[in-house]
């Protein structure tokens, strides 16, 4: 297990070009590791609790929405090796704004944030992973708001479809009605179905009710 551990820890953005055994060996990051298990739908963080530290998904899936209780929106897909709870590692604010929900059986690795504040204020090359890290970040976010503000109803579709996890089939399925979507995207019904229809015609998904199915998921990400 401490093996698979850190192997993990060794592919993670924020020890990218460091020695990570000889890190280990200063900071004792395997040792103060918390690994914690998840069943489907059991929520790993909430803007009731305190973020743990930097969560590492060590298999599995989950998804994190908006805080919005009565209506969720999901804003992003987490699969084995990706990372939540980044943000709020030197923010004053205590409180995750979001959820983060587990989409299948997981676990979670948290790194504790003194360990991680530790580590960049004396490791440069960590510090200067995790300013790359929440670069990129803001610059993806950057472009979802765009798309999602000024974007065509397909490019909301796009965007949308592409943050739901694919199943073992290799299709989406939507987790919401065709009306509740179009709310949440801010467009009409009837553009909804237009977006879709035109992606089916161009031969990029087939639908199937509510079970989507891309077949040229790279021109997809193109569009976006």
Not at 46 to 72: C, F, H, T, W, Y
Request: proline share 4%.
């Amino acid at each position: 297990m401490k093996e698979a551990v850190q192997k993990k820890l060794q592919e993670l953005f924020l020890f990218t070009g460091i020695d990570f055994p000889l890190l280990d060996k200063t900071y004792h990051i395997l040792d103060k590791a918390v690994l914690r298990g998840y069943g489907p739908n059991e929520i790993l963080l909430s803007k009731q609790q305190n973020p743990i530290g930097l969560a590492v998904l060590m298999d599995g899936s989950a998804q994190i929405l908006s805080g919005d209780e009565k209506r969720p929106a999901l804003l992003r897909t987490l699969n084995a090796g990706d990372t939540f709870g980044a943000a709020s590692l030197f923010s004053g604010e205590r409180n995750y704004r979001t959820c983060v929900r587990a989409f299948t059986q997981c676990r979670v690795l948290y790194l504790p944030t003194d360990l991680i504040q530790k580590i960049c204020f004396h490791e440069p090359g960590a510090a200067q992973n995790y300013i790359s890290f929440l670069s990129e970040r803001i610059s993806f976010l950057n472009r979802k708001l765009t798309a999602y503000t000024a974007g065509s109803a397909q490019e909301k579709l796009i965007l949308y479809l592409l943050h739901l996890p694919l199943g073992a089939d290799g299709s989406w399925t939507l987790d919401i009605s065709y009306g509740e979507l179009s709310e949440q995207l801010g467009v009409g019904r009837a553009s909804l179905y237009r977006a879709m229809d035109s992606l089916c015609e161009a031969g990029l998904i087939v639908r199937n009710k509510k079970k989507v199915t891309p077949l040229q998921l790279k021109k997809l990400e193109r569009m976006i």
